[in-house]
């Protein structure tokens, strides 16, 4: 029988596609006195019942849901690692709504934007692009413009997320958009910066990200 926790480690693989061992330690079994040891084995009971899968190519060991198809060793495996740390990141820092992975707005061959992420994080909605490789100036441009394509679409109701860039690299981008698009290293340097404001930074959308 699963127990109720098996069944959220189960449900957080899926959601996240990999996990490594100490991720699901530290947002599973943190308030045990030894938080890896335990995560250890109840993975290892899972792997053995067959209700997970595992990479041994990365240490710590990296772990998938039972249906998520992907290579041991695939480059996909950094990038949704990645992800995951962002959400741990937005979820320390308090008041996320909801955080999608990789939503679909239409098909990306067909010129569709796809974000790596959608959340929605202190009543502010934002689309964010995790950024583990560096990017041309024309490539970020065709990346923005299949935002403006989804804004012109009227697919997504308004007020329109914010797109937010993750990267170490910084890009020069046209602040003419129909939405806002912020740039940082972190999202908690990206608030930081808010703070650095001496009241609640108004957005064009109208939307207000609350700074606590």
Do not use: W
């Not at 899968?53 to 990645?82: D, E, V, W």
């Amino acid at each position: 029988m699963l127990t109720n926790r098996d069944k959220q480690i189960i449900k957080a693989l899926d959601k996240f596609r990999v996990m490594d061992r100490n991720s699901i330690s530290e947002l599973f079994f943190a308030g045990l006195k030894n938080p890896k040891y335990a995560a250890n084995n109840v993975l290892l009971r899972l792997l053995r019942e067959g209700e997970i899968q595992r990479s041994t190519a990365f240490i710590p060991y990296c772990y998938f849901g039972p249906n998520i198809q992907m290579k041991a060793q695939s480059q996909k495996i950094g990038h949704f690692l990645a992800i995951l740390n962002v959400y741990k990141e937005m979820k320390k820092l308090g008041d996320l709504e909801s955080f999608l992975i990789e939503p679909k707005y239409g098909r990306k061959k067909d010129g569709c934007c796809e974000p790596d992420i959608f959340a929605h994080f202190r009543r502010t909605p934002f689309f964010i692009e995790v950024q583990r490789t560096v990017y041309s100036a024309k490539q970020m441009d065709e990346k923005i413009e299949r935002y403006v394509q989804l804004y012109e679409s009227g697919l997504i109701d308004k007020p329109f997320p914010h797109v937010f860039i993750l990267s170490d690299q910084r890009y020069a981008i046209d602040e003419n958009y129909p939405f806002k698009v912020f740039q940082a290293e972190s999202f908690t340097e990206f608030l930081a910066s808010l703070k650095r404001e001496p009241v609640s930074r108004p957005v064009e959308s109208g939307v207000r990200i609350i700074v606590k």
